[in-house]
């Protein structure tokens, strides 16, 4: 199974841009797909983007046009870019990953490894 870390976290005022990074190991990443998740309290958790091991991307509509998912090279290192943040991307955000996992994009149980998640604050 895989082991994902996340970082890159914070508190942010509206408007500003975080970065987030997730870590991957102990899988054969170049054939896997990696997602974003976020979870505001109480709620289940919600897709945010995701990336295919052919590089096709998808994203929530919300966020559309201000994240951004990418990775390195080695696919070893995945990246959420959030930029122009808002009130409402306040949540833990967590990375996942699975051999399938894009193609069921937003139903958080196909996916089978996880981080621990990461806060994202934003004050308006």
């Known amino acids: 199974q895989a082991h994902l870390a996340e970082s890159g976290g914070g508190s942010v005022r509206a408007g500003g841009s975080l970065r987030l990074s997730c870590s991957v190991s102990?899988?054969?990443?170049?054939?896997?797909?990696v997602g974003w998740w976020r979870q505001y309290p109480g709620k289940e958790r919600e897709a945010v983007a995701a990336?295919?091991?052919?590089?096709?991307?998808e994203y929530l509509r919300s966020v559309e046009g201000r994240f951004t998912v990418s990775r390195n090279d080695a696919k070893t290192t995945y990246y959420l870019q959030m930029n122009s943040l808002k009130p409402e991307d306040t949540a833990m955000y967590y990375c996942?990953?699975?051999?399938?996992?894009?193609?069921?994009?937003?139903?958080?149980?196909?996916?089978?490894?996880w981080g621990q998640g990461t806060q994202v604050t934003v004050s308006p």
């Open positions: 990336i295919n091991s052919a590089g096709n991307t």
């Open positions: 102990g899988m054969e990443t170049k054939y896997y797909d």
């Open positions: 996942a990953a699975d051999k399938w996992g894009y193609t069921y994009f937003g139903e958080a149980d196909r996916w089978s490894s």
